[in-house]
């Protein structure tokens, strides 16, 4: 499988953006998805994840009630769209799949190239 993550950019304090994850290869419905986001001298953070262990989407304390993970099998693309973002959100955003079911990175098998987002004024 393989990933392009896109979408990303300049956003002040309290935009939107929605980022866009597509693959090629075998569908998504295979995998359990996700996104994960990296700021500059911090360890990669997972942000949210659909599982096909249990089918439920969840999504980090950090960004609960702020982000929507969503995505369109027929065409292979997932989506974040994150709203009412802040400073702290400013990384480097990527996109994952693998077929353990699980969440964390440990569970995910193929990467994309990351979209930055920064949040600035």
């Known amino acids: 499988v393989q990933l392009q993550a896109s979408g990303g950019g300049l956003v002040p304090p309290g935009g939107s953006l929605r980022l866009s994850c597509a693959a090629s290869?075998?569908?998504?419905?295979?995998?359990?998805i996700g996104w994960f986001r990296q700021a500059p001298g911090k360890e990669r953070e997972w942000v949210s994840c659909?599982?096909?262990?249990?089918?439920?989407?969840i999504y980090s304390d950090s960004v609960k009630g702020r982000f929507t993970f969503s995505r369109d099998n027929a065409k292979n693309i997932m989506y974040l769209q994150m709203t009412s973002l802040r400073p702290d959100d400013t990384a480097t955003y990527y996109c994952?799949?693998?077929?353990?079911?699980?969440?964390?990175?440990?569970?995910?098998?193929?990467w994309g190239k990351g979209t930055q987002v920064t949040v600035s004024s």
């Open positions: 994952a799949a693998g077929a353990t079911g699980l969440c964390g990175a440990e569970g995910m098998d193929y």
């Open positions: 290869g075998r569908p998504f419905g295979l995998y359990t």
């Open positions: 659909y599982s096909t262990f249990d089918g439920l989407t």
